[in-house]
């Protein structure tokens, strides 16, 4: 297959500047020999170069810095997550993004986008499955062709989050108390970066999150316009959480109801 003419040359990234689009944090797709790691977070920061471009070699500090450059964290929050994600998987000095995907650490099964950790790998898949991205989608309500019906905004809020976990937990299984609570805290994140309020629903806007997640890109053009604190971030996880409870209470009931209708329907027979 050739290359059409257009496209950027197979290139080299070398530290955090790209030789086709320069200095700068434009969009570069990775190259072959680069590492990436399951997180889109970790692996848009290295595609816009706020870390390492090749994913290699890259340090809690690295992380720190690139957390609070490109997402706007405040200090405590991208401390917490470079360093406390670092000692989890046990790299008290530099490492690559592929590796911070070991399974079991902070990785977890029954992810977003990502299949699970075949047996007897060490560290998680990183490809992005599509359908996966599509039923992420699926999961937000009102979905996008009621938007455009009504003229609302696309927007993901912790509601749209617990439904995606939970259907994630019917699909490859129930995953531990420490893990489930680092799943809320990766979304509660973004949402708190991204927030847009309207007056129907305040959330995220889909067009950038489907992006990043599945193309691990940053929305053209944008720039943190808060400080994205750890203790918000701790308050949205709860509401994840207690989304979460809430729809799983839901179902058993409607379930419940469900199966007393039936009963009552065979007692007529
Ligand atoms: C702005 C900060 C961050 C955000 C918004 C974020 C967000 C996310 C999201 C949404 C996922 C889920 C992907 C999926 O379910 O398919 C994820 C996965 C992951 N993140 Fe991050 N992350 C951040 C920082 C970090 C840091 C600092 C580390 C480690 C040092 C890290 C390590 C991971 C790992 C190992 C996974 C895989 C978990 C899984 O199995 O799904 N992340 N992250």
């Known amino acids: 297959m050739s290359i059409p003419d257009s496209h950027p040359s197979i290139h080299e990234h070398k530290g955090k500047t790209c030789p086709v689009t320069g200095q700068g944090h434009a969009f570069c797709a990775p ?62 000095g530099r490492t690559n993004l592929f590796d911070i995907g070991k399974h079991g650490a902070v990785e977890h099964n029954a992810s977003l986008v990502h299949h699970d950790t075949p047996e007897g790998h060490t560290c998680a898949p990183i490809d992005i499955d599509s359908k996966l991205v599509e039923d992420l989608c699926a999961d937000v309500k009102p979905g996008p062709k009621e938007c455009e019906k009504d003229g609302k905004s696309w927007l993901m809020n912790y509601e749209d989050v617990a439904r995606a976990r939970i259907r994630r937990e019917k699909e490859a299984g129930p995953i531990d108390s420490v893990h489930a609570e680092i799943a809320r805290g990766e979304m509660a994140i973004i949402l708190g970066v991204w927030e847009t309020k309207t007056k129907d629903k305040a959330g995220i806007p889909m067009e950038y999150l489907k992006r990043w997640i599945s193309e691990e890109r940053m929305p053209d053009g944008w720039r943190p316009d808060h400080v994205q604190g750890l203790m918000d971030v701790v308050k949205r996880a709860k ?31």
């Open 31 to 92: 190259q072959q020999g680069d590492s990436r790691s399951p997180c889109p977070a970790l692996n848009t920061m290295a595609n816009h170069g706020y870390i390492a471009r090749d994913g290699k070699n890259i340090s809690a500090q690295d992380v720190t810095r690139g957390l609070k450059e490109c997402y706007g964290l405040s200090s405590p929050l991208a401390y917490f997550l470079a360093y406390v994600g670092f000692m989890i998987i046990r790299k008290f």
């Open 239 to 269: 509401g994840i959480k207690k989304a979460v409870e809430q729809l799983r209470k839901d179902e058993a009931a409607a379930a419940a109801a469900s199966s007393s209708e039936t009963e009552k329907g065979k007692g007529k027979e």
